[in-house]
């Protein structure tokens, strides 16, 4: 008898570099596996456990693939003929006996699971021909007596499923397509459906793994959503002071606060960005970053603004109906508010852009303190459209990160994103952040339930990207 | 509230908050912390007070709390003995009897009673609001002031130089508890001053007001004061009689028989005195002492519940570790470099043998018409074909060899064990590789593929064999 264990297993199996690493990755959430060119990427087996508070559910196996199926297959033939039943014990036979053989080294990695109880996931590239070589892999798979299905997987351009499934059938009951790299989050838990369906015992762990991995989407969502909502408001209150010796700060120690000022705002997107990729477990993206989109349009460019601020419209509109008007009546007399106030006689300033003039808009002050101390104060941005392109850059960083499969090893790529902002913030929840923005920008401590409500329209805006 | 169950101190609170600087824990670590004490897991404060003692070590320099407590415990301690001192100064003050002048209870009443309500209601104003009202009750109490100047003495100039560590709203319960604490102290200071002048000397004490106040009505509202006593201690109330000979005007100038022993009767009212500074200055005192010690308690938890990160390690206790690593580690390959060493684009016009690997014989002769070709013997090879059967026709091939493949598929070992055949076998001059591309994009091969069998290639270190690559 194979010995089996409580919970279900599944090894992923086939042909070298077919993306067994990769649809391994893509479930498992781990952007760590070795997933290459090269043939043989995968030397060992890796089991992927599912683990709720130390209690395994499901294991998912990678494995190298074939590469020596003939001899294989021919050793099993040349052995006593035994009856269907018994032909996974010669499996395991052959395990044993050739343990410490050089030449059976990947099959053994790749059969080991199989003959300790793991279902047969087998993976093909369905973009490219079916050929008879694959007739060999199968007959050994079948051997082991194992449920089984098959993985349609396209890495190229063209599509040969309609032959490989017309193969595949005299072979697996179930055959799916499954793109790693693209697979969504309903993909994954569509392809778990079926892996549920493969052994009659299995079927209900791999429905409570379904519903765990969703909580745990949920979870991951809403902590997301927390991040980005406690980075807004350390960033939006944030005071930059600096300690200075004349009676007035000179230029240069204006400049150098602001800078600072800036600094320490970058800072803030920068981490709460890590915080948001180890909730998402792409720790590895960190490589990638530097051609993340976000990063080359900085936080205070005009190009961020465009993409993610507010139009002049939205904006008048968003501060006349939040009340945001009142907040500023201090501002209008800054530096700042002229700019405001320019757009608001009427697109006397053209562009967005425009709008964006971060260089006066920041609350200046000098404090002469107790005891001679003199502090210069920068901060908070009264710019109004800056909270709208930091919520835009980490909600549109958020909702990548939360599509990434983790088969993906390429740079971030961000697409269509000049639609972004008017696509998920409308004009009802754009006065429901406004009311914390302007709380913020004065340095008030925003109501609990203003919060809560700035949260839920946040985490809606979110779900928006995420479809 | 859970402030009966916590232990919750200063000192806890600000190396939590040090602590929460340093680690955090992962979730993993948290929630496997929270698992073993599951029983703790709908008392927060108490499980993050456990968690916070366990991963108490981690705290290696110096904690915050030890010098801003041993501030605050020195600034306790000099004001305390200071207030006590003052306490005590004052009521001998209040109570010199140069045996002429008798003592004005009215004063007395004054400081012991009056003074101490005000400032109770003060500090009850101070309680009860918050922020910037709050702030304006307390800069009324002399304290706000004498430590503020306290705090330019050198010592102190190290902790205000801190950043405080506690938030406005703790700092002001801190602040009121500290001042009950000291009008206790100084309430007990007059109290013993009280006692030692009674016991060492005859005190004569006397009323007078230049308010039109009869003795009656002196009487009744002495006697509402000290209704809080009258069951228990009806002798510490002045009777009618003690009011009126103790107005100051009838007591005399100068020493007669009557005056001295109405003096004698005079001395009965110390216990009243006593008694109003035991109920008023100490008792009440006391209460708000201990409201106010309740007061930074709460504030404490809620604010030890605010701090940064406290709010993520909850969630981590409460919510499921959910994993999907894998235990193993993995060794990661070394990827070869592709380089132009044994890449030929020089094919004959025949070959002595063609194998085409996991073709069939077909697709073999369609591929030689294709690119013109001829091989005095074609065989197909891998696929369904046996090991054996292969090697015999490696083994029996000569001369010039040219071997198809399927470009897009990798080459398996399997593949290469039949080459290193053809490679040993001495016969066989040259092995030329073929990269085939499907027939569907006329034999085309992407560069990608062909580069991994010409690294497979070059990995092989053999002269004799080379990888046609004619993408371009
Ligand atoms: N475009 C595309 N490329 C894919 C897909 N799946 C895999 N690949 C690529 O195919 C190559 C091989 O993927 P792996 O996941 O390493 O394949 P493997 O089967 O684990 O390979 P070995 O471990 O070598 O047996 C990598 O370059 C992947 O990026 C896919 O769905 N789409
Ligand atoms: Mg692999």
Known sequence: ?467 | MQTKNSNLSIKTYLDFSQLLELYRGDHEQNRSFALKREKLLQNPLKLLLDWSNLNQFRLTEELNSKSYLSYLSRLSSIFGLLFFIIGFFVGLGLLSYSGEAPVNIIYYLLIVMVVPLLSMTLSLLSMLTHGGVADFFNHLFPLHWIEKLFSTLPFAKRVDSLDSPLSAELSKWIFIERIQLLSLLFSFGLLISLLLMVVVKDIAFGWSTTLQLSPEVFQSILASIGILWEGVLPSAIPSLELVEISQHFRLGRRVDPQMIQNADKLGAWWKFLAMTTIVYAICFRFILWLISKYGVKRQLERDFLALEGVQGILREFNTSFISTKAPKQEIHLEIVEDSIEQVSDNMYKSYNTIFGWNFLKDEIVLANDAKEIRGLAIFAVGGSSSFSEDESKAENAKESVLLFVKSWEPPTMDFIDFLEILIENREVHEVQLYPLGTVGRYYDSDAKDIAIWRRKIQGLKSKKVWVIDDAE
């Open chain 1, 1 to 467: 008898m194979m010995q089996s264990s409580s919970y279900p297993k599944f090894a992923v199996v086939g042909h070298p570099n077919k993306g067994k690493s990769s649809i391994v990755s893509s479930m498992a959430y781990d952007d760590s596996i070795q997933i290459g060119d090269t043939p043989g990427t995968t030397q060992v087996n890796r089991g992927f456990p599912l683990k709720v508070d130390g209690e395994i559910i499901y294991e998912l196996f990678d494995t190298p693939g074939f590469q020596r199926a003939r001899r294989i297959l021919s050793w099993l033939k040349e052995q006593e003929p035994v009856s269907a039943d018994k032909r996974g014990d010669l499996v395991k036979k052959f395990i044993v006996e050739n343990r410490e053989h050089p030449k059976f080294k990947d099959e053994i990695e790749l059969l080991e699971p199989i003959v300790n109880g793991a279902g047969i996931i087998y993976v093909v590239d369905a973009s490219k021909p079916y050929g008879v070589e694959y007739e060999t892999e199968m007959e050994i798979l079948r051997w082991t007596g194992q449920p089984s299905m098959a993985i349609l997987n396209l890495i190229g351009d063209e599509d040969y499923r309609d032959q490989w499934k017309r193969a595949l059938g005299h072979y697996f009951r179930l055959v799916r397509t499954f793109n790693p790299i693209e697979a969504t989050f309903r993909d994954h838990m569509e392809l778990l459906e079926s892996m549920a369906q493969l052994k009659e015992e299995w079927t209900k762990p791999i429905q409570k793994a379904i519903g765990i991995l969703e909580t745990l989407h949920q979870q991951k969502i809403e902590h997301s959503v927390d991040t980005i909502v406690s980075s807004m408001q350390k960033s939006l209150s944030y005071i930059y002071v600096a300690k200075i010796k004349g009676d007035s700060a000179t230029k240069l120690e204006e400049k150098t606060a602001k800078l600072e000022y800036q600094k320490q705002i970058v800072k803030y997107e920068r981490e709460h960005k890590q915080e948001i990729e180890k909730i998402w477990n792409h720790r590895s993206i960190d490589k990638a970053e530097d051609a993340l989109l976000l990063d080359d349009i900085g936080l205070f460019s005009k190009e961020s603004a465009s993409i993610f601020g507010l139009s002049q419209k939205e904006l008048i509109i968003t501060g006349a109906s939040a009340g945001a008007l009142g907040g500023l009546g201090i501002d209008l007399a800054f530096g700042g508010g002229t700019l405001f106030l320019a757009s608001l006689i009427g697109g006397a300033v053209g562009g967005v852009g425009a709008m964006v003039g971060f260089d006066n808009i920041y609350d200046v002050k000098v404090l002469g303190q107790s005891f001679g101390k003199r502090e210069l104060t920068v901060g908070p941005m009264k710019n109004l459209n800056f909270p709208y392109i930091l919520l835009g850059r980490a909600l549109y960083h958020a909702s990548v990160m939360a599509k990434r499969s983790h088969a993906q090893r390429d740079f971030v790529n961000l697409g269509d994103e000049n639609s972004y902002t008017g696509q998920v913030i409308d004009s009802d929840m754009r006065k429901k952040l406004e009311r914390v923005h302007v709380k913020l920008r004065a340095r008030n401590v925003p109501k609990d339930e203003s919060i809560k409500e700035y949260r839920d329209t946040v985490l809606k805006g979110l779900l928006g990207l995420l479809g």
